[in-house]
């Protein structure tokens, strides 16, 4: 079993920055792929951003490249979401996951074992 714990969300102005954090419990040695989704008021969890087991490679959803970008650090067991650049429509709960069983980072939701509870994000504007 992998846990998982997000924190870092909270209330920020339009043009502002956070950075998210998930710290991974457990079996942390089992996690091939972590990502970040969220979801938003009245609509469907989606993609955010992923990166493999050593950080190589990463994929980000095109509605938040260049202002996004995920990271980690192993030694930690904690992956990062940096949000600069922020919008209203970045406003939702988002959620770290972990795939025990894929090395490559994807955006398929299916893919990941196990969930956070979530963070919430507001944008103000």
């Known amino acids: 079993q992998v846990q998982l714990v997000e924190s870092g969300g909270g209330l920020v102005q339009a043009g502002g920055s956070l950075r998210l954090s998930c710290a991974a419990s457990?079996?942390?040695?089992?996690?091939?792929?972590m990502g970040w989704f969220r979801q938003a008021p009245g609509k469907e969890r989606e993609f955010v951003a992923a990166?493999?087991?050593?950080?190589?490679?990463?994929s980000h959803a095109d509605s938040v490249k260049g202002r996004f970008t995920i990271s980690k650090d192993n030694t930690k067991n904690t992956v990062y979401l940096q949000m600069n650049t922020l919008k209203p429509e970045d406003t939702a709960i988002y959620y770290c996951?972990?795939?025990?069983?894929?090395?490559?980072?994807?955006?398929?939701?299916?893919?990941?074992?196990?969930w956070g509870q979530g963070t919430q994000v507001t944008v103000s504007s």
């Open positions: 990166i493999s087991l050593s950080g190589a490679f990463s």
């Open positions: 996951a972990a795939d025990v069983r894929g090395a490559v980072p994807r955006a398929t939701q299916s893919r990941y074992d196990f």
């Open positions: 457990g079996r942390p040695f089992s996690i091939l792929t």
